[in-house]
């Protein structure tokens, strides 16, 4: 059974930073599509960043503020966000899928939910002005 837990959430300046962290189990990061999508209040859930071996994808509202990255030793995957504003404020999931990364379009690059399989219970992150 895959299992994916987010940590590193909570509340933050603007101009600050977090790093997100998601622990898998029954599962192994780095041979499929992987990554992070978000939800602010009242809003869809969108598409921040994935990863896939060789290659990063980011939706321009972040791209050169965060990335992404793995550390395999511990079977994580990681968020660095930086230079937050108040509106990343959102809900934090991480996501993992069966294969390739494929529900990316653009540009501007947009990321999609379509053929991720597993969801982590999402992280809070919340950026004050």
């Known amino acids: 059974q895959v299992e994916l837990v987010e940590s590193g959430g909570g509340s933050v300046q603007a101009g600050g930073s977090l790093k997100l962290s998601c622990e898998a189990s029954?599962?192994?990061?780095?041979?499929?599509?992987a990554g992070w999508f978000r939800q602010a209040p009242g809003q869809e859930r969108e598409g921040v960043a994935l990863?896939?071996?060789?290659?990063?994808y980011y939706a321009d509202s972040v791209k050169g503020r965060f990335t992404i990255s793995q550390d395999n030793g511990k079977n994580t995957i990681y968020l660095q966000m930086n230079s937050l504003k108040p509106e990343d404020t959102a809900t934090y999931y991480c996501?993992?899928?069966?294969?390739?990364?494929?529900?990316?379009?653009?540009?501007?690059?947009?990321?999609?939910?379509?053929?991720?399989?597993?969801w982590g219970k999402g992280i809070l992150v919340t950026v004050s002005s």
């Open positions: 990863m896939y071996p060789g290659r990063t």
């Open positions: 029954g599962y192994t990061y780095g041979s499929a599509c």
């Open positions: 996501a993992v899928a069966g294969g390739p990364c494929t529900a990316v379009a653009g540009p501007p690059t947009e990321i999609y939910e379509y053929g991720m399989e597993y």
